[in-house]
């Protein structure tokens, strides 16, 4: 069964090419519901799981998503997507394991990100927060 990678998780246990397969899918059948219900957006299930629906996009659009291991401890560098402390958004980090160098990289790749949303069909705006980290909030675009 397929499960989005959030990027609080464990690692993608499947072979790569195969991941790439079922993300494709599950994006594309995102992409048929929005086309059914007329929406010119983010359709009524991706509002109500904002936070598995961005991450979707992202690994769709080939941003890879960060992990864990079962001690919490970051083990991939990439994208982690949860609730924002704002209603109606979800936020965005890029992390990843000690000395892994996600800090310096952040800001261009959360720029991706945005962009990839964007395409998607959500806002994504960039802000720095506690120690100068830079984080996403995400929203459905204005009008959809």
């Not at 007329?38 to 080939?62: D, F, H, K």
């Amino acid at each position: 069964m397929f499960e989005v990678a959030t990027g609080d998780g464990p690692p993608v246990s499947v072979p790569a090419e195969r991941r790439a397969a079922e993300v494709r899918a599950a994006y594309e059948g995102l992409l048929q519901i929005r086309r059914v219900t007329g929406s010119r957006g983010p359709a009524s299930w991706e509002l109500n799981q904002m936070v598995r629906a961005v991450a979707l996009a992202l690994e769709a659009a080939g941003v890879p998503p960060s992990a864990v291991e079962a001690s919490g401890t970051r083990t991939v560098t990439g994208f982690r997507v949860r609730l924002s402390e704002s209603p109606g958004m979800v936020r965005v980090d890029w992390l990843g394991p000690t000395g892994s160098g996600a800090a310096q990289e952040e800001e261009r790749r959360l720029s991706e990100c945005a962009s990839a949303l964007e395409t998607a069909g959500w806002e994504a705006l960039l802000y720095r927060g506690p120690r100068k980290r830079r984080f996403l909030e995400v929203e459905p675009l204005s009008g959809t």
